[in-house]
């Protein structure tokens, strides 16, 4: 019921396929299709990740925020960490799911900046 690492960033973008580009030149990052991996060695899931990715300018993915990126924190424990956000009032934004990528969930933080929780698949 704790946040292990940074699952991802997420970044809203007027030109993703020049702003991927823009990375991979300037930062070295290799880019795929949807963004980049970056494989943890030491993490205990052998399939552990974190992930850089791109959206579209209109994407409402990260609503009701209106910042132009989300972080996705990495989580050990989701529906127990569900259970101590709504017990110190903080509400969900939308529904958890359950998905092929693992268990998602979704808050606000004081600024209005989303943040997805993500518990990956084991």
């Known amino acids: 019921m704790r946040i292990i690492g940074i699952g991802g960033i997420f970044i809203k973008c007027r030109d993703v396929e020049g702003t991927k580009a823009w990375y991979a030149k300037h930062l070295g990052i290799s880019m795929e299709s949807w963004g980049a991996m970056f494989p943890f060695r030491e993490d205990p899931n052998l399939e552990a ?4 990715s791109f959206f579209k300018e209109e994407t409402r993915y990260m609503a009701p925020s209106e910042s132009r990126f989300m972080i996705n924190f990495r989580v050990d424990d989701l529906d127990a960490l569900i ?8 509400p969900l934004i939308g529904e958890p799911e359950n998905i092929e990528f693992g268990k998602f969930a979704w808050i606000l933080d004081p600024e209005g900046n989303k943040i997805e929780l993500w518990e990956q698949p084991k």
């Open 49 to 52: 990740y974190a992930n850089l």
């Open 83 to 90: 259970t101590e956000l709504k017990a110190s009032g903080i």
